[in-house]
């Protein structure tokens, strides 16, 4: 019953053609994901640095293949090269975050990507955020990619216990009472606030520990009605069901909870 994160899943396959350009990254996952941290910029940074306008349409992808195609249209050095801003794919959290696991599970190092929210942005605020989680004997080591060695960020090649909560993390301490859902939310967008972005960020996440990577705006199920307001107790304890699965890495419970037919995702946003 095991899920094997050493293996490509949807969105983690490096196709054969692109082996080649692997070839010189690092052995650690660190270092992978350093190299990683140079080949993407946010859509916010993007026109300052001299990305053409056209070029934003590059968040919505969603294979790490196609990251790599992406990439090497605009300079088909290796994806150990570092690339200049204005040469860079435009990607968000989750870009950084899948093709660092992707090129973890190339090298046969168990890794997943994590939805949830990052406690180091602004004081007192949980930012939509994604990482990556690689397996280092017997524990899951935690790296900020996309703010790697960034002074604001805690050990962001090994996060502390709190410094990035995933989405189940962040539904159980919302479940405590004892911080507010208004504080979770997605930066810079005054509307994705609140404990809708909480249940939304549990579901990504659990997909994510499925080996499917959603893109943070993707939808389905019931996200809508619970964003509007309109899911009941009933929902709220399936979220409960889904937090504690993924919180204790139980891949038996992590695949029964995604059996639910709300919480699969669908065929539509796997390609």
């Known amino acids: 019953m095991d899920i094997d994160y050493a293996t490509p899943g949807v969105f983690t396959a490096v196709a ?22 140079h080949l993407f910029i946010q859509p ?11 070029c934003l349409a590059e968040r919505n992808i ?12 605009i300079d088909p050095a290796p994806l150990d ?3 200049p801003p ?3 794919v435009v990607g968000t959290c989750r870009h950084w975050s899948t093709l660092a696991t992707a090129l973890l599970r190339q090298r046969g190092i168990p890794a997943r990507a994590r939805c949830g929210f990052g406690t180091y942005f602004v004081a007192g605020k949980n930012l939509d955020h994604w990482i990556v989680e690689f397996r280092r004997d017997d524990r899951w080591v935690r790296v900020d990619v996309e703010h790697l060695h960034r002074p604001y960020v805690p050990q962001s090649d090994d996060l502390p216990p709190g410094a990035f909560l995933t989405g189940g993390e962040a539904w159980q301490w919302y479940r405590t009472g004892e911080v507010d859902g208004s504080l979770f939310g997605v930066h810079g967008v005054d509307f994705a606030w609140g404990v809708g972005e909480i249940r939304g960020n ?10 499917i990577e959603t893109l943070p705006w993707d939808e ?8 509007q307001g309109r899911t009941g107790d009933e929902f709220d304890q399936l979220m409960d069901r889904i937090a504690a699965a993924c919180a204790g890495d139980d891949p038996a419970a992590v695949k029964a909870a995604y059996q639910i037919e709300d919480l699969r995702v669908p065929e539509e946003l796997m390609r």
């Open 16 to 37: 054969s053609e692109q082996v080649p350009l692997t070839k010189g990254l690092p052995d650690d996952p660190i270092g992978i994901c350093a190299a990683v941290q």
């Open 44 to 54: 916010t940074d993007a026109p300052a640095a001299g990305v053409p306008e056209k």
């Open 62 to 73: 969603r294979p790490a293949t196609d990251l790599i195609d992406a990439l090497t249209a």
């Open 81 to 83: 090269v570092p690339r």
């Open 86 to 88: 204005d040469r860079r």
């Open 202 to 211: 549990l579901i990504r996440d659990l997909a994510s520990l499925m080996k």
């Open 220 to 227: 389905w199920g019931r996200m809508e009605d619970s964003y």
